[in-house]
Structure formats: C-alpha cells, structure tokens
C-alpha cells in the first residue's frame, strides 16, 4: 500500500512540475519613433509610448495632425460683398422678392462674420448699368450694416455689369493682404459677358478666392460664363432655384466655406488598424481614453479597428492609444524567439479641404520579442528594454559591433509609475540611404544592464517535462530506501 502511495506521489510531482508555468517576457525591439506619414495635408505617426515593467503592457500611440495652418484668428481677412441691383432683383419668386431676400441673408451673414472672425475687413459693392462701392473695407461692423441700408433703399434697375463689379472689387483689396474673398449675388446673365469670364479668370490667377451665387437660372448659356459647380470657372460657383433658398446659402453653406478657407479642415477621418494573427491570437487589446470628435470601432471577429475623426482643422491634432497585453493560459512556443509586427498596416483616408477623397498606407510598425525564460536572443537582436542612468539623455546612438547591418537606437521612455526606461532598438538599415544622414558616433554598451522584467504565465516546455522526469526519478529512489528501512524493522 506504502509503494502505491509513494507512486501516486510521483505521478503528481509530473503532472505538477510539466504543468508548471515558466515564465515568458515581452521585449520591445523597435519604438518605430522614426517613421512617420508626412504629406501636404496630414502627419501621422504609430509608436510605442509607454512600457509597464509589472503587467508586461506595452502602449502604442496613434497620432494625427493638421499640418495646415489655422489663420483664422491669426492672419488677416478681407472679404468684398458684390450684390446685383439690378431690375430682375426685384421680381418675386415664392412670394420673396429676390433683392429683399438678398439684403435680409446679407445682414446675418456681416452679424456672424464680424462675431467670429477676428482680424476682419469687409467692404459692399452694387451693381447695375455700373457699379458702386457702398463701403471701402471696413473693421466697422455697424458701418457695413449702413452699406446694406443703402443697397436696400436704392432701386437702381437698369442692366447686369458684372466685369465692372468685379474690376471694383479687386480695387478694394489691401495687396499685402494674403486671405482675399469676394462674394458675389446675381440673378441675371451679365450684360458684359466676355469681360466677365475675363475678369472671373484674373481674379484666380490674383489668388482671390470668389463665391458665386446665381439665383434662379442654370441654363447652358450662363454656365458658360461661371462654370458648373463642379468644374467652376473661378473659385466656387453655386446654383439655386428661388429666393427662399439665399438665407440658407448665406449664412451656412458660403459661411462655412469661409471659416474653412480660414482653417483649412480636413473631414471624415477614418485609420484603420489591422492586425497581424499572431497578434490577435496571444495578446489582448485594450482601448485607452477615446478623444472627443472621434470613435472606435470594435474589433470583434475581424483582423482591425477603425479610428473615426468628424474633422480636424489646421494644426488640430488628435491622440489614441491602446495596450497589448500576452494573454495568460496560452502556448505561446509557435511565436517564442520570433519579431512580431504589432500590426499588419494602417490604411489613413480621409477628404482634404476642397472634399477630395484622400489615402495613405502606413506598414512601418512596432515590433516586439515573446522571449522564452533563459533563452538567448536571435542573432543581431538586442534585448528591448534596458535601464541605464548613465544612457538615458544619450539620444540616438550608432553601435560599433552591429553597425554593418542594424541601427541601435536608445529612446526614453516613461513607465507607469515615473519610471525610466531605455527602448533600445536594433531595426534593419534602410536599403537606400541618402548622402544627408547623419552618422552617429560608435558607443560601448557593458554598462547598460537588463531591467528585471516581471513575468508572465507560459505552458511547460520540453525542457520542463525533462527536469520534472529527473527530480522524480530521484524522489523514488529516495522513497525506495526508505521503503527498505521499514521492512527491515518489521522483521
């Protein structure tokens, strides 16, 4: 009975030890700190930011800028209101006599303008047989209210001079002005039509940027004098059917062209996310704080996430971040000793400050190290995480021993808990290189230590099963003797 107690004991320490969990570290072998998306609307860069040394989390940023500037409140802005006064302005349409409908619009569109944009000059110009400016460019809110007051009472009639109107308004415009805007009201076919396109087409090349508004008629005939909307002949050309629609035009749609010049925003925002298998397979993946403006969308059964911006205007940026945690209670032998990429791709569109749909991709991702306990690192790739006083404002550094096939970069990074950590990467050089790189100076590294990494849970390996057989052997041979001992005294 005493032998099978003693072998049942044994058969436990097996099942115990090859069960046993020997522990697995998570190494970061490249921040991608470097690599970035620079285009004429957007910068976007992917890193990792953060590692927690207890958890074994590591933290990966994503970042997207505007790199347009905002010069809304910064930079000047004249705009040059042109309304027709002509007779056709004041036919009725839908019960709304036009020019009526023009002057009420005209007089919430200065409200807001002057309310919210803050180094403005706006002068009025009408126009009939000729043209009249109302009011030079003014700072003066109440004083281009006066101008409106005048178009209003004044019934001019006679013909449609759009050249002239336009030649009037360009005369207003300040030259050292760089933000220049004339808006412009009709209802008719202009009485000049050859000098018109002239004018429409020297006012572009004068970087003025012209808002049409034709009520009442799109036919063939004046399209070819303004365009369509979508290929307009200078600036932005709208077409409506009747006088009810002004209001809206005004102060909405031309307002917010305005504001967007102004701003230069880019819309509808969407970084896709993907991730490779093994990712998704052994590490979970926790949101952190989702900005405002924006969502996430769930990973579920699929291989990414989607990051949704409304907008971001010039020198707006945005920030997400998540962590990646090695799941527990996972074999993990299929990716032990192997570079992970963090992710598969990033695929950034979005529709720049004219609507244009726009696409980056982004595969220059983090990469990461599953590291069994005691086992060596591959060739060429140096352990990620190190913690060196005398290293941590070294800054990017070249080493002597590697430096025909990898860069070693060192990056300080913040833990949680205030602590320090140098990331050091070893990434591949570049296959190209360009004769402006900087070459670092070769530095030793025997002073740098390894941090002491928490660990984390593991399967047993064949390694386990082997010791767990030896120390059994050896615990029954010990249990053999003293099974000896006993029978001996019986007798």
Not at 381 to 389: C, H, K, P, T
Request: proline share 3%.
């Amino acid at each position: 009975m005493k032998k099978f107690k003693s072998l049942l004991i044994i058969i436990l320490f097996i099942i115990t030890l090859n069960g046993f969990s020997y522990a697995s570290t998570i190494n970061v072998l490249n921040t991608n700190v470097n690599n970035k998306i620079i285009n004429e609307d957007i910068k976007f860069t992917k890193k990792i930011v953060s590692y927690d040394k207890e958890n074994q989390e590591i933290e990966i940023e994503l970042k997207i800028e505007n790199i347009k500037k905002n010069v809304k409140d910064k930079e000047d802005i004249e705009i040059a209101v042109v309304l027709d006064n002509s007779s056709s302005m004041q036919e009725s349409q839908q019960n709304q006599i036009k020019k009526d409908t023009t002057y009420q619009s005209a007089n919430r569109f200065i409200n807001l303008v002057y309310a919210n944009i803050y180094k403005l000059k706006l002068g009025v110009i009408q126009f009939s047989d000729n043209s009249q400016v109302l009011t030079e460019l003014t700072n003066s809110k109440q004083t281009a209210f006066s101008a409106l007051d005048i178009y209003n009472n004044d019934n001019r009639g006679g013909n449609t001079k759009i050249a002239e109107a336009l030649d009037s308004a360009e005369k207003l415009f300040s030259q050292n002005c760089k933000n220049k805007i004339l808006i412009l009201v009709t209802d008719g076919y202009p009485s000049d039509p050859s000098n018109t396109i002239q004018k429409l087409e020297s006012l572009k090349t004068e970087n003025i940027s012209v808002l049409s508004l034709i009520i009442g008629s799109d036919s063939q005939q004046i399209k070819s004098i303004f365009g369509t909307e979508q290929n307009p002949r200078a600036g932005k050309v709208y077409y409506i059917s009747n006088a009810s629609e002004i209001d809206k035009m005004f102060n909405e749609f031309m307002y917010n062209q305005i504001i967007d010049y102004m701003q230069h925003p880019i819309k509808d925002i969407r970084i896709e996310d993907v991730f490779p298998k093994e990712i998704l397979e052994y590490f979970d993946i926790e949101y952190g704080n989702i900005p405002g403006g924006s969502n996430v969308s769930d990973i579920g059964d699929g291989d990414s996430f989607t990051w949704h911006i409304d907008e971001l205007t010039g020198e707006e940026y945005l920030v997400f971040s998540y962590k990646i945690k090695l799941k527990k209670n996972v074999d993990v032998n299929q990716v032990v000793g192997e570079m992970l990429k963090t992710n598969e791709r990033v695929v950034i569109k979005y529709k720049d400050e004219n609507g244009n749909e726009k696409e980056e991709v982004f595969d220059k991702n983090p990469s990461i190290l599953v590291e069994d306990e005691g086992q060596n690192p591959p060739p060429n790739i140096q352990l990620g995480v190190y913690q060196s006083n005398d290293f941590l404002n070294s800054g990017n550094m070249q080493s002597s021993n590697e430096s025909n096939n990898y860069i070693e970069n060192e990056y300080n990074i913040q833990s949680e808990g205030n602590q320090q950590f140098v990331i050091v990467d070893f990434t591949p050089k570049d296959t190209e290189t360009t004769e402006t790189q900087e070459i670092k100076p070769a530095v030793q590294k025997e002073n740098i230590t390894p941090v002491n990494e928490e660990k984390l849970p593991q399967t047993g390996t064949t390694e386990t099963i082997t010791i767990a057989i030896i120390v059994s052997i050896l615990i029954a041979i010990r249990l053999g003797f003293l099974t000896k001992d006993i029978y001996v005294v019986k007798k």
